[in-house]
């Protein structure tokens, strides 16, 4: 919880002086504020107060929670850090009336705001006023509704809570397309007419003027995916050249708009552990931290989990991160031409990874390991000595060898010195997180900003390259496999015997009202969960602040200007997961 | 290679007869090329299969391409969205037969864990055809390696006799969905509007 226990006993609203009229109010979580007044307090908390990050933006829906009133139905939430001190931030909160919700965009004052903010119009139709594309983004002009809104059902849609009731009536499975009458999962509108159906033209990027370009070309407008081999998934982005320089960039996503928010809703607390795994799929370990972290907090002292268990999760995380760094750099390689035959290398030592990970949890990659105030299951002597061997000989060496053959490859620094330029102050403002923005020179790294877990005890060095560009990014992650390693050894020589769980193993889980925020480092960046409890078995929202999302922020900023060849490159270094991104 | 007779003796170590359908298959068969493309956790498992551990070059099938003009198996590794399957057919429709789909994992098979969810297709079935299913989540790379040994199988008994590319009556291609409100086959428009459009019966409204 990222505020202060203080202010709610105390009289006076924090910062109720700063600027007349914008606290209306707190509550144990947050500081309510007008929206009239949201963009005058915002710039006031990041010039004076030093809250410089914006970290996670998001809405929750209050239809029938108790003690809310269509008066208040919306809530907009906002998560601010900030960077140069650490610690604990602050919550912002804008209560929205169910007939009028909308309120200012807060993109001028932190730029990162665009993407979330077009996020939560496409789910809950709230409107940014002064946004200058609010468009939606996870699905299609045109689409039905707002589908996060709690009165929004889905096709298939039966209850409000799992484990559904009809799934199994008298032990017979029921197909959901049986109750539809399309046979499919999908509705119309009542009066829509199929045959006077003219799809939404495409979104257009908007063009930006390259200083010093004497001849003036057409431009080109050019789509790379979602079928592309560069985009790492099915991400697509529509690029405006002018000859081979990209003078304009707009990203699409939703293709693998998977819907977690909606299908997390109604699952219970733990049925999500195995939901987090398949956001980034590379790393489901460290997802699976996130999550049991930010609701272990509503969990008070049941939640805490014992020594060996904190251990396991923090052996399990830097492995993650190792593994999930070796597949980044064998594809970034991928992406500049050298196909195939680097990641070969880095691929194998992932599957070493890969065959600890499947021991330990029973799965290669969809681990679902964690949970909350412990682990799933122990590991043996045996398992612990192998991965030590591991990370004390093979990973080194493998990590020096690709150091040796890459870092001062010509082709490799031709490709990317210099490009994809991104400065600390950009990289801040846009809400860039992890590797990228430590590339930019920014030490902010929340295993040492916000110390979470047992993150406390390890010796190691928070990487940071002032290099700004794509070569920085693959140093950056070059480096940080070698303090995994450093945090690996230590927690392998120091995990204690004991308990891996406390408690007794349930399918429901006992959590308090309230809310929680809870993020980790994890190897793509901050990975955040937001998680608001009503007292029953499934959250009343659960929230994923996804890093590769958020990163995609400056991706027409690094862009413009470049070549379009390095637009891939640049696209690579972001590292991005559609798991993540699209969720 | 029965009517060895017919052929002179000097011919006879050179010369193998063997049937059109066993050349064709063998052939298609040990060059497969599958699609550069992947969906989602599942397409992490298939890459895992093209590289150096499980080695799909063994079935000569490393040569992944990217443009579908070019590929004779698509295998779909993920999950199928409303926003992505307009697309996927379209890939299907600009593969040049014959042609052949894997569905790989529960996703792309029926929904898998984001069944339920509002921009998820229950199956790439309910929109292209599909060869062999892959179940799992994500299947293992030896279960793809299974599904696709499962594939040649298949290819190895047909006959050209039969195949449906060298058929006049097979149609050319699928009709692309579109995205309207939600997602529609444009050749299912008249039913769709006999429901929307009909007047709400009194007990209803
Ligand atoms: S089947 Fe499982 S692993 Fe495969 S795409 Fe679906 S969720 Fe991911």
């Known amino acids: 919880m990222t505020d202060d226990i203080t202010t709610m006993e105390a009289p006076a609203l924090p910062y109720a002086d700063a600027v007349p009229g914008a606290v209306v109010g707190a509550d144990e979580f947050g500081i309510i504020v007008n929206r009239d007044k949201l963009v005058e307090f915002a710039l006031y908390l990041r010039n004076n107060e030093g809250f410089d990050y914006l970290s ?113 009536p008298n032990g017979h499975y029921h197909w959901a397309e049986d109750r539809v009458p399309w046979g499919d999962n999908v509705k119309y509108p009542q009066g829509w007419d199929p045959n006077a159906f003219e799809p939404a033209p495409p979104p257009l990027p908007t063009i930006h003027d390259i200083p010093g370009e004497e001849i003036k070309t057409d431009r080109v407008i050019v789509n790379m995916g979602p079928q592309h081999p560069s985009t790492h998934g099915v991400f697509r982005m529509i690029v405006a050249l002018d000859g081979e320089t990209v003078v304009g960039l707009e990203p699409e996503c939703g293709y693998l708009h998977r819907n977690h928010e909606k299908i997390g809703e109604r699952n219970t607390w733990l049925g999500n552990i195995p939901f987090t795994d398949r956001l980034d799929y590379l790393s489901s370990m460290s997802n699976n931290f996130g999550y049991v972290l930010a609701v272990e907090q509503l969990m008070g002292e049941k939640g805490k989990p014992p020594e060996r268990a904190e251990y396991l999760r923090v052996i399990m995380a830097e492995l993650t991160r190792i593994a999930n760094h070796m597949w980044s750099i064998g594809f970034l390689l991928n992406d500049l031409g050298a196909f195939f035959t680097p990641a070969l290398y880095t ?46 000989n093979r990973i080194p060496a493998k990590i020096d060898e690709l150091d040796e053959y890459l870092t001062n490859n010509e082709i490799l620094l031709a490709r990317t010195k210099g ?56 140093r950056v992650r070059m480096e940080e496999m070698r303090q995994s390693v450093r945090i690996l050894k230590q927690a392998l020589d120091d995990i204690p015997e004991g308990p891996v769980f406390k408690g007794k193993p349930g399918y429901v889980t006992r959590v308090a009202k309230g809310e929680a925020y809870g993020a980790v480092e994890g190897p793509k960046g901050e990975l955040g969960f937001y998680v608001v409890s009503d007292g029953t078995d499934n959250p009343w929202r659960y929230h994923i602040r996804a890093p590769s999302y958020i990163n995609l922020n400056a991706l027409a900023p690094m862009c413009i200007g470049y070549k379009v060849a390095d637009s891939v490159v640049i696209l690579g270094a972001i590292d991005i997961v559609l798991g993540e991104t699209d969720r | ?20 359908d066993f050349l064709y298959n063998w052939s298609r068969k040990n060059s497969m090329w599958p699609m550069l493309f992947g969906l989602a956790c599942c397409a992490i498992e298939m890459i895992c299969t093209a590289a150096g551990r499980y080695d ?150």
């Open chain 2, 1 to 20: 290679m029965a009517n060895d007779q017919h052929i002179p003796e000097e011919l006879q170590r050179n010369v193998f007869m063997t049937t059109v």
């Open chain 1, 419 to 474: 490009v994809g330029y991104l400065s600390a102050e950009d990289a801040i403002a846009l809400s860039v997180c992890g590797p990228m923005l430590r590339a930019s020179g920014v030490p902010y790294d929340l295993r040492r900003s916000r110390p979470y877990s047992i993150y406390d005890r390890f010796e190691f060095d928070v990487v940071t390259d002032d290099g700004c560009d794509v070569y920085a990014r693959y």
């Open chain 2, 56 to 205: 799909l070059a063994r079935f000569g099938m490393e040569v992944m391409r990217p443009s579908p003009r070019q590929c004779d198996l698509m295998i779909v590794s993920g999950t199928v969205t409303k926003k992505m399957a307009p697309t996927i057919v379209r890939l299907y429709n600009q593969m040049a037969e014959p042609r052949y789909v894997l569905s790989m994992g529960a996703c792309a098979t029926g929904g898998g864990p984001f069944k339920e969810g509002y921009n998820v297709v229950s199956g790439i079935d309910k929109y292209i055809p599909v060869d062999v299913y892959v179940p799992g989540c994500p299947p293992t790379p030896e279960a793809l390696l299974y599904g696709i040994l499962k594939l040649h199988e298949k290819v190895e008994n047909q006959s050209v006799k039969t195949v449906p590319w060298y058929r006049k009556e097979t149609p050319k291609g699928i009709a692309v969905p579109e995205l309207g409100p939600d997602i529609f086959q444009p050749d299912r428009a008249e039913e769709i509007a006999m429901f929307t459009l009909r007047p709400i019966p009194a007990e209803e409204s």
């Open chain 1, 56 to 168: 996670s933006l998001t809405a929750v829906d209050y239809l029938g929670f108790e003690g809310r009133t269509a008066e208040d139905r919306f809530e907009v939430v906002y998560h601010l850090f900030d960077t140069k001190k650490g610690g604990d931030g602050v919550v912002l909160k804008v209560r929205l009336p169910e007939d009028d919700p909308q309120l200012p965009s807060l993109i001028m004052v932190y730029p990162g705001a665009d993407l979330q903010e077009r996020e939560v119009y496409d789910f809950y139709g709230i409107r940014f006023n002064g946004h200058p594309r609010l468009r939606r983004i996870f699905l299609w002009e045109g689409f039905d509704g707002h589908p996060m809104r709690k009165d929004w059902k889905e096709a298939y849609y039966e209850a409000e809570h799992k484990p559904f009731k009809s799934r199994w």
């Open chain 1, 347 to 392: 691929i194998q030592e992932r599957e070493m990874i890969l065959d600890l990970f499947e021991e330990a949890s029973g799965s290669r990659m969809m681990c679902n390991y964690m949970r909350f105030g412990g682990v799933r299951r122990d590991v043996d002597e045996d398992w612990l000595n192998r991965c030590r061997d591991l990370v004390h």
